[in-house]
């Protein structure tokens, strides 16, 4: 039986491409990360490509070339320290020579970081590769890695600002993109964020959508950036305009027309008159 790293292709060429740092002469690097390749390509085809995703694979070259990209991307960024790298002439390799250096621990670290990012850009366009994949975003796979309208490290550099987004940056991220999800719900209701949801992981998103998930996008970015930059009347105004968009197409909107939150936002206090059959006081 074919192990995963065969079934999604990948050998010394497949890594070396995807991985330009990882050329060498004979098979040193891919069989050292061999047993890593697999150990990801599992992770990947488990975690974010699903029976779905895996079935597409078969006829859709483009989602296994993006796949063979994520996965030795991934494997190469967390195995470089058990690698014994050098600094030759032409980058980095593994071999046994007087005539070459070890590389240093700064090099090696710039090179984990770089393709860190690279496999996380590359995760990012999987999973947009994924929700155009009939079915897929029905699936636990699309729920894991669209857990918020704010899923990929390229959302964070164009709405975050921030031109070079490392793994570490994302991370640290999550917090602030968690609190703007409890706050946009807020504003949105909880029923209208689940549909958006949905929408997203089957890219099924109308006009009006795209435009109230830009808003949306933009207020989550002043929330991971400092809080000088992202005052209050910054996010007052964004809540302002997303309100705005729903209840102007409210066709495109009505799990949050429907919703308590709406209701609450457009309560109006019982109006007296002498023909009333109650006479409510108010404090």
Request: net charge negative; with cysteine.
């Given at each position: 039986?074919?192990?995963?790293?065969?079934?999604?292709?990948?050998?010394?060429?497949?890594?070396?491409e995807?991985?330009?740092?990882?050329?060498?002469?004979?098979?040193?690097?891919?069989?050292?990360?061999?047993?890593?390749?697999e150990?990801?390509?599992?992770?990947?085809?488990?975690?974010?490509?699903?029976?779905?995703?895996?079935?597409a694979?078969?006829?859709?070259?483009?989602?296994?070339?993006?796949?063979?990209?994520?996965?030795?991307?991934?494997?190469?960024?967390e195995?470089?320290s058990?690698?014994?790298?050098?600094?030759?002439?032409?980058?980095?390799?593994?071999?046994?020579?007087?005539?070459?250096?070890?590389?240093?621990?700064?090099?090696?670290?710039?090179?984990?970081?770089?393709?860190?990012?690279?496999?996380?850009?590359?995760?990012?366009?999987?999973i947009?590769?994924?929700?155009?994949?009939?079915?897929?975003?029905e699936?636990?796979q699309?729920?894991?890695?669209?857990?918020?309208?704010?899923?990929?490290?390229?959302?964070?550099?164009?709405y975050?600002?921030?031109?070079?987004?490392?793994?570490?940056?994302?991370?640290?991220?999550?917090?602030?993109?968690?609190?703007?999800?409890?706050?946009?719900r807020?504003?949105?209701?909880d029923?209208?964020?689940?549909?958006?949801?949905?929408?997203?992981?089957?890219?099924?998103?109308?006009?009006?959508?795209?435009?109230?998930?830009?808003?949306?996008?933009?207020?989550?970015?002043?929330?991971?950036?400092?809080?000088?930059?992202?005052?209050?009347?910054?996010?007052?105004?964004?809540?302002?305009?997303?309100?705005?968009?729903?209840?102007?197409?409210?066709?495109?909107?009505?799990?949050?027309?429907?919703?308590?939150?709406?209701?609450?936002?457009?309560?109006?206090?019982?109006?007296?008159t002498?023909?009333?059959?109650?006479?409510?006081?108010?404090?």
């Open positions: 039986m074919a192990t995963l790293t065969e079934q999604l292709k990948i050998d010394k060429s497949v890594l070396e995807n991985v330009i740092t990882a050329t060498t002469k004979n098979n040193d690097v891919f069989d050292m990360l061999l047993p890593f390749i150990e990801n390509a599992d992770l990947i085809t488990t975690n974010v490509l699903g029976d779905v995703g895996m079935k694979l078969e006829t859709n070259e483009s989602l296994l070339k993006q796949t063979q990209k994520v996965v030795c991307r991934k494997a190469f960024s195995n470089i058990s690698l014994d790298l050098v600094l030759t002439a032409t980058g980095f390799g593994i071999v046994s020579t007087q005539d070459t250096a070890p590389a240093s621990k700064a090099r090696v670290d710039a090179l984990r970081s770089q393709v860190s990012r690279q496999w996380l850009k590359g995760l990012g366009i999987l947009d590769m994924l929700r155009c994949i009939d079915g897929w975003g699936t636990e699309a729920d894991a890695n669209i857990p918020t309208v704010f899923y990929s490290i390229g959302m964070l550099e164009r975050g600002r921030i031109a070079l987004v490392t793994k570490e940056i994302w991370t640290q991220a999550q917090g602030c993109i968690y609190s703007a999800d409890q706050h946009l807020w504003v949105i209701s029923e209208e964020m689940e549909t958006l949801l949905d929408n997203i992981r089957n890219n099924d998103t109308t006009e009006s959508q795209e435009k109230l998930l830009h808003l949306m996008r933009t207020l989550i970015g002043f929330y991971t950036q400092d809080n000088k930059t992202c005052g209050p009347n910054v996010i007052k105004d964004l809540d302002k305009r997303i309100v705005e968009v729903m209840e102007k197409n409210p066709d495109d909107f009505q799990p949050y027309m429907k919703s308590n939150v709406y209701q609450a936002r457009h309560f109006e206090d019982y109006a007296n002498k023909d009333s059959p109650l006479f409510i006081f108010n404090g």
